[in-house]
């Protein structure tokens, strides 16, 4: 039984649970694109397709992109 289910928790734990993650965050950015734009994707579209691609290194990507704190009135380097 355990070896049936391994792979398909390998799998959820590398594909699903990031996937999931980038889809239900509140700092994926909006599904539609802004106003303007001539690309037909949002910026939670292009984090999902980095997710399904790159796997878990797409996650860390958005992870690391979304999960910086900018506090008002700093500057970087400062």
């Given at each position: 039984?355990?070896?049936?289910?391994?792979?398909?928790?390998?799998?959820?734990?590398?594909?699903?649970?990031?996937?999931?993650?980038?889809?239900?965050?509140?700092?994926?950015?909006?599904?539609?694109?802004?106003?303007?734009?001539?690309?037909?994707f949002g910026p939670r579209a292009g984090w999902v397709v980095m997710v399904l691609i790159l796997g878990p290194?797409?996650?860390l990507m958005f992870v690391m992109r979304n999960g910086r704190r900018s506090r008002p009135g700093r500057r970087p380097g400062a």
């Open positions: 039984m355990a070896r049936e289910l391994t792979p398909w928790l390998i799998l959820f734990a590398l594909y699903g649970a990031p996937l999931l993650h980038v889809m239900l965050s509140r700092r994926g950015g909006p599904w539609r694109p802004p106003p303007g734009t001539r690309c037909p290194v797409g996650w």
